[in-house]
């Protein structure tokens, strides 16, 4: 269906009362800084609502507020399904096509509104009702526009996700998706009893010893193609066995060598448990990770992309960096 407003998304929400709310696998600030902020604004407008996520809220998010609210498939029975009524609407936050979601209890072909919010210009348009904005920064950015919109009380339980989700998916007001916009609603949000220092020190200085390991066992595997174009690395199981680092501590790593000077492109492989390998992608400047990952079936943002391959992991990094090196030969992708 096609994109609405964000009045109609208002609208929507003063008509109906029961809401569930999700965001895709791999929670990340911007999953769940927007569906907390969307849960407390629903609570503030007297609406039921729930929040369901395939996976487990990372250690660094655990100071969120409402956080102990949130439904998790991997702590319930195998049976559990989640009610739904006639006018039940499932709101799907940041996620680009509904498979995003994962696995949550939920009987999908029994809700009749599906509400997309997302900023992923990949995005399916899967709902019947799509508000995707490229242009916004995160989707907590966009959920602070619907908060004004409904004219609701910015309390610390809005602000605080909100900030949250801003800070995480500009990766601290520095990619390109950072504009004038974003600082206006981080000045707004400050001021309404965000703390940026509380908040990014939640966030990026509340590492287990673990996370840094493994950081070290992937700097000491850091290749660099032959004119500094881009540089990789590669974590394997073998790797998270010996740092004993969680799945959610290789978050960072690619950004880490994305850092090295004349560096366009930046590539991290990981072994996942499943046995697939899992590659994320960064850039500065021109080249679109976001088209470039599309060619694996994967996506994202132009700066930051990511895809999943199956297959074993040395023959994958050579297959992705053939087509990266094309890629950048032929000034592709800009
Ligand atoms: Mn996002």
Redesign the pocket.
Known sequence: MEGTSIGKIAKLIKTYHNFIITSHVNL????LG?ELALYFILKQLQKKAKIVNQDQVPYIYQFLPGVDEIICSDKLDKNFKLEIERDTVLVVL?SSNLERIGNIPLEIEKIRIIVNI???PSNTNFGHVNYIDVNS????EIIFQLSKELNCELTEQLVIPMFT?IVT?TGSFRYANTTAETFHTAFLLTKSGANPHLITNYIYNNNELSALKLLGEALLKLQIDKNSRFAWSVVTREMMGRTCAREEETEGIVDKILSIRKVQVSVLFKETKEGTTKISFRSKGEFNVDLFSRIFGGGG?PNAAGCQLEGDINTIVKKVLTELKKALNNGNYR
């Open positions: 990340d600030g911007d999953a927007s940041d997302d900023h992923h920064s995160s989707v907590g989700a998916d943002h």
